[in-house]
């Protein structure tokens, strides 16, 4: 039973796992070639095998194979974000300029039309002027409704549909 047993074990461990022969002795892996390999000091023009492309955080099988999920899309929480999850509501927009002899801080109303990392664009829905603030000079909006927000790994109040004024 124990030679029996120690053979077993000893297929186990001398059997091929994905390249890597794992042999019973110092217990260290070492590499045997497997199709496709190429040993050191030889050049083979055809081998261009290349592992797939996995999106970070994707499940894999223990065969390589790469289990595809549809986790449900959150943006992160920074202001652009959350203006672009907003786009169409009216607002009222705080913005300092510091330096500025003229006017050091001024209000500005307007509809999102569009967020960027370092930029937003309102609309005047009287005379349709569009202005583009930048983030830098933002200190803070008020909105007279509620916002659409979802913070990132929070499950429920999925963003919906922009409402339009």
Known sequence: MGQQANSVLGAQANSQVQGTAYKVGNGMPSMAPTPGMVSPGMV??????????????SPMTPSGTV???????????????????????????????????????RIFQGIIEAAGRDHIIISDPKTGRRIMLLMVNFDYATFDEPLLYQYPGVVGNYPQAPSRR
């Open 44 to 57: 083979s023009p055809s081998s261009t095998s290349v592992p797939p492309l996995v999106s970070s955080g």
């Open 67 to 105: 289990v595809s999920t549809t986790a449900p899309q959150f943006e992160q929480s920074y202001i652009e974000n959350i203006l672009r999850l907003n786009l169409g509501k009216f607002g009222t927009f705080y913005m300092t300029y510091e330096g500025n002899k003229e006017w050091n801080a």
